[in-house]
């Protein structure tokens, strides 16, 4: 079955400790998202990426990188800068959106990553 | 810019009760809304989408959404809960900028906890 896979479930980060979180989709999705969940918050858009070697920061960008090197792949890393690293992480795939009203296709998501400080 | 306004942080209904979830939104240009269900620890599922098409949307599990221009809302209902409804819910809207494009980011409401009591 199609999907998107995020590992590990649950991470735990050292102080100073820069950590990456792994999202995997069999979609053939060329959009990819990274969200960030705190209780009470909804979610906010971390970086987005609508092709291989391409992505744009959201709202919440600061203190966390990623990359885009393969179309299934997209990678968050929490670095050491974000002070606040404590949340439940989501990503999410959908069909490129774009001209022609494209931008009603629905996101994917996957089971999250939950990520603690030691 | 759009946003997203869900009416109730926590909603509480009987089983077999009809269950309402408010949804308004601000967008400048005709938007696309999506509802998306998430149980715990779980991701987002997508439960249904406005795209234009009908302003009355009938999504899985019995849940359906209707879109009321006139009142910029788009609120949730099923006629029957059922103990397997509670879970937590997302209103999202995707708009199109003014130069007629959209890149699928979606703006997400804060998100209605659903109770149900036997």
């Known amino acids: 079955d199609g999907g998107i896979t995020q590992s590990p479930k649950y991470l735990f980060r050292k102080e100073g400790q820069n950590v990456t979180l792994s999202c995997e989709q069999n979609l053939n999705h060329d959009a990819m998202y990274w969200y960030r969940q705190d209780p009470g918050q909804g979610l906010r858009l971390i970086y987005y990426s609508q092709i291989v070697n391409d992505f744009q920061k959201g709202d919440i960008a600061e203190g966390y990188s990623v990359s885009r090197e393969k179309k299934e792949s997209f990678p968050l890393t929490v670095t050491s800068a974000q002070k606040n690293p404590t949340a439940f992480y989501l990503c999410?795939?959908?069909?490129?959106?774009?001209?022609?009203?494209?931008?009603?296709?629905?996101?994917?998501f996957g089971d999250g990553t939950r990520l603690s400080i030691l | 810019a759009q946003s997203v306004t869900q009416l109730g942080s926590h909603v509480s209904v009987s089983e077999g009760a009809l269950v309402l979830l408010r949804c308004n939104y601000s967008s400048s240009v005709p938007p696309y809304l999506f509802w998306y269900v998430q149980y715990p620890n779980q991701g987002l599922q997508l439960l249904l989408k406005y795209t234009s098409a009908a302003t009355l949307v009938k999504g899985i599990n019995g849940f359906e959404a209707e879109f009321k221009k006139s009142e910029t809302s788009f609120h949730l209902t099923k006629p029957s809960a059922h103990m397997s409804d509670a879970a937590e819910y997302f209103c999202a809207v995707s708009g199109l900028n003014a130069g007629g494009t959209s890149y699928g980011k979606l703006t997400f409401g804060q998100g209605t906890i659903l109770t149900v009591h036997p």
């Open positions: 999410a795939s959908s069909i490129r959106t774009g001209r022609n009203g494209v931008g009603n296709q629905p996101q994917h």
